[in-house]
Structures are given as structure tokens and as C-alpha cells.
């Protein structure tokens, strides 16, 4: 967005009369955001989400929760930056929009490990999916306690 689009932001235009069976609410806040896409009115309430739309990811693929997944990270180490791969079960997706994050679980040398990413972080390069797990819950906490072949999950066929 422009600077005259973040100016447009903060002068809101009524277009709605106060106190009209149109406008339920009594208030005569409306309005035409610059630069919004077909002219689409939106209202001060939805303005975050209109700005969010700008940071969102459009090459995520879809994973759920019992997935494997690769996860390649961005790693910044002085002035080098490299690819560092996380790959592990998603235990859980929550939020959404740009809020959104999921949580992987693997087990390194005997300790288990969760590490929550942010699903449209610009430090995610990519996000590879292994495997489809065959899951009947949407968080799958119970993994914690689960050691060795209980704590594999079934593969969707």
C-alpha cells in the first residue's frame, strides 16, 4: 500500500444516513477504501483483515493435524542465511488468517520436541507434506505421553 492509501485509512467517509433501516447499528461510519479490490465497500471493523490480505501466503499447501510434515526454515547466523528442515507430526492448527500457526512434534535423540510456527511467516521457505495420517481429533496432545510404536500414527490409505 501506498501512503496516500494508509492516509485514506483514517478518513472515513459516511455513505449510509443515521437511523435508515440500511444502517441497523445507528453510527454512519462507512466507507470506500483507496486501492480496495473492486471498489468494495468495507467497513472500519474490517479494516485489519483488508491490510492483513497483503501478508497472506498463497503457497500453503493443505495439512491437517497426523500429517509429517517437512518444514524449511529460514536460519539468519550472522550475516549467513541458510535452509534448516524441521520434519515432524503437526499435533495441532489454530487461528486463522494471518494468525494462524501449527505446532510439529519429532522426537531427537529420545526427547520430544514442539516447535510452533506462524503458517504465513516469511521465515518459512516451504512447507513439504510427507505423509497423510489417518487421526480422529483435531489436537493430538495425547502424543506427549506416547513413546516408541504407540505414538506412530496410521497412514491414510
Given at each position: 500500500?501506498?501512503?496516500?492509501?494508509?492516509?485514506?485509512?483514517?478518513?472515513?467517509?459516511?455513505e449510509?444516513?443515521?437511523?435508515?433501516?440500511?444502517?441497523?447499528?445507528?453510527?454512519?461510519?462507512?466507507?470506500?477504501?483507496?486501492?480496495?479490490?473492486?471498489?468494495?465497500?468495507?467497513?472500519?471493523?474490517?479494516?485489519?483483515?483488508?491490510?492483513?490480505?497483503?501478508?497472506?501466503?498463497?503457497?500453503?499447501?493443505t495439512?491437517?493435524?497426523?500429517?509429517?510434515?517437512?518444514?524449511?526454515?529460514?536460519?539468519?547466523?550472522?550475516?549467513?542465511?541458510?535452509?534448516?528442515?524441521?520434519?515432524?507430526?503437526?499435533?495441532?492448527?489454530?487461528g486463522?488468517?494471518?494468525?494462524?500457526?501449527?505446532?510439529?512434534?519429532?522426537?531427537?535423540?529420545?526427547?520430544?520436541?514442539?516447535?510452533?510456527?506462524?503458517?504465513?511467516?516469511?521465515?518459512?521457505?516451504?512447507?513439504?507434506?510427507v505423509?497423510?495420517?489417518?487421526?480422529?481429533?483435531?489436537?493430538?496432545?495425547?502424543?506427549?505421553?506416547?513413546?516408541?510404536?504407540?505414538?506412530?500414527?496410521?497412514?491414510?490409505?
Amino acid at each position: 500500500m501506498s501512503a496516500q492509501d494508509w492516509a485514506g485509512l483514517s478518513a472515513f467517509r459516511c455513505e449510509m444516513q443515521p437511523d435508515t433501516p440500511e444502517n441497523s447499528f445507528g453510527c454512519a461510519i462507512c466507507t470506500r477504501l483507496p486501492g480496495a479490490a473492486n471498489n468494495k465497500e468495507v467497513s472500519p471493523m474490517n479494516t485489519l483483515d483488508f491490510v492483513d490480505q497483503a501478508s497472506l501466503r498463497d503457497d500453503i499447501p493443505t495439512f491437517s493435524p497426523g500429517d509429517t510434515v517437512n518444514v524449511h526454515v529460514k536460519v539468519i547466523e550472522g550475516s549467513k542465511e541458510r535452509i534448516q528442515v524441521f520434519k515432524g507430526v503437526v499435533i495441532r492448527r489454530q487461528g486463522g488468517g494471518i494468525r494462524e500457526t501449527f505446532t510439529v512434534r519429532k522426537e531427537s535423540y529420545g526427547v520430544g520436541v514442539e516447535r510452533t510456527f506462524p503458517v504465513h511467516s516469511p521465515n518459512i521457505d516451504h512447507i513439504d507434506v510427507v505423509t497423510r495420517g489417518d487421526v480422529r481429533r483435531a489436537k493430538l496432545y495425547y502424543l506427549r505421553e506416547l513413546r516408541g510404536k504407540k505414538a506412530k500414527i496410521k497412514e491414510k490409505r
